[in-house]
């Protein structure tokens, strides 16, 4: 009778398929399949891997799963051999032996195995991600991140306030007048929709002014000398005040911070780094001023 290798070689030739073939519809590489053909299991992996692949390989030419690997046990595992003096007990344990190493008793799968190794690679990624994310999670620095303020209506000093204090501010170093000087003070009465978010009364003149943080800045915006809000804002954050007089906008990132002037849009006031204060009154943008670092929020 020929072996169990030879078995497998003219089922394969009889099919007209060639160790490819049966290497993709296995996935066993074809070292393997030389090995199986010419009955060399001692270059094999071992184990639950031989019967794995000898139950794909018989499945694949359509030979019987169970009497390969019966046949394969009997080639790589030699029958015990009774003596003389072998005592009943030891040949019943012999027997359960032979019986818990029989074909089928706890072989696993091939199909199993991989499903449990990728399963395993899943959720070493998973916790790899999770443990990435908690990291950054925890760098980020310590900030109010104020939420959008729609229809125009002032924000309340307390919303968006960062946790630590702004620097103080030096004196400004260069000033660039734009439109016109700022006008002489005048008195006017106090604009309570800056404060309170409510809109003026309709014998009021104001003006909104409304600024879009693209990127992380420092910020400090106050209206008819009143402040309104302070703090280091994360992007996106917009925010707009009304005043009848004056706004003043302090900001840590000129070439971050966008702004408008009653719905129209403002140009840039410098590059991204650069510390800007602004000055805006009834008719527009009146002065930009370039300090040192970030000044405090006073007009």
Same mark, same amino acid.
């Given at each position: 009778?020929?072996?169990?290798?030879?078995?497998?070689?003219?089922?394969?030739?009889?099919?007209?398929?060639?160790?490819?073939?049966?290497?993709?519809?296995?996935?066993?590489?074809? +070292?393997?399949?030389?090995?199986?053909?010419?009955?060399?299991?001692?270059?094999?992996?071992?184990?639950?891997?031989?019967?794995?692949?000898?139950?794909?390989?018989?499945?694949?030419?359509?030979?019987?799963?169970?009497?390969?690997?019966?046949?394969?046990?009997?080639?790589?595992?030699?029958?015990?051999?009774?003596?003389?003096?072998?005592?009943?007990?030891?040949?019943? +344990?012999?027997?359960?032996?032979?019986?818990?190493?029989?074909?089928?008793?706890?072989?696993?799968?091939?199909?199993?195995?991989?499903?449990?190794?990728?399963?395993?690679?899943?959720?070493?990624?998973?916790?790899?991600?999770?443990?990435?994310?908690?990291?950054?999670?925890?760098?980020?620095?310590?900030?109010?991140?104020?939420?959008?303020?729609?229809?125009?209506?002032?924000?309340?000093?307390?919303?968006?306030?960062?946790?630590?204090?702004?620097?103080?501010?030096?004196?400004?170093?260069?000033?660039?007048? @734009?439109?016109?000087?700022?006008?002489?003070?005048?008195?006017?009465?106090?604009?309570?929709?800056?404060?309170?978010?409510?809109?003026?009364?309709?014998?009021?003149?104001?003006?909104?002014?409304?600024?879009?943080?693209?990127?992380?800045?420092?910020?400090?915006?106050?209206?008819?000398?009143?402040?309104?809000?302070?703090?280091?804002?994360?992007?996106?954050?917009?925010?707009?005040?009304?005043?009848?007089?004056? @706004?003043?906008?302090?900001?840590?990132?000129?070439?971050?911070?966008?702004?408008?002037?009653?719905? +129209?849009?403002?140009?840039?006031?410098?590059?991204?780094?650069? @510390?800007?204060?602004?000055?805006?009154? @009834?008719?527009?943008?009146?002065?930009?001023?370039?300090?040192?670092?970030?000044?405090?929020?006073?007009?």
């Amino acid at each position: 009778m020929a072996s169990l290798g030879a078995q497998l070689k003219q089922a394969r030739e009889q099919r007209g398929a060639g160790l490819d073939e049966i290497a993709q519809t296995t996935k066993i590489g074809t +070292r393997f399949l030389r090995a199986l053909e010419a009955d060399h299991y001692d270059q094999l992996p071992g184990g639950i891997f031989n019967k794995g692949f000898i139950r794909a390989y018989a499945r694949a030419v359509g030979l019987d799963e169970e009497k390969a690997i019966a046949e394969y046990l009997a080639a790589t595992e030699p029958s015990p051999v009774k003596s003389e003096n072998t005592s009943p007990v030891e040949t019943r +344990r012999v027997e359960l032996r032979a019986e818990a190493e029989s074909p089928g008793s706890g072989d696993l799968p091939w199909g199993v195995f991989a499903l449990i190794l990728v399963l395993a690679a899943l959720g070493l990624a998973g916790w790899g991600y999770y443990s990435r994310e908690s990291r950054q999670v925890s760098k980020l620095p310590v900030s109010a991140s104020a939420t959008s303020v729609s229809g125009g209506s002032a924000s309340s000093p307390e919303a968006g306030h960062a946790a630590s204090p702004a620097p103080s501010a030096p004196q400004p170093t260069t000033t660039s007048a @734009v439109n016109k000087p700022q006008p002489a003070a005048e008195t006017k009465p106090k604009n309570p929709a800056a404060e309170t978010g409510e809109p003026a009364a309709s014998s009021t003149h104001y003006f909104s002014v409304r600024v879009n943080v693209r990127e992380d800045s420092w910020l400090s915006i106050s209206a008819d000398g009143k402040p309104v809000l302070q703090g280091n804002f994360l992007a996106p954050t917009q925010k707009s005040v009304r005043a009848t007089r004056q @706004v003043v906008v302090q900001t840590g990132n000129a070439g971050g911070t966008d702004l408008e002037f009653n719905g +129209r849009a403002v140009p840039s006031p410098g590059q991204s780094g650069e @510390v800007k204060r602004l000055i805006f009154g @009834v008719d527009g943008l009146e002065a930009v001023q370039a300090t040192a670092q970030p000044a405090s929020p006073q007009p």
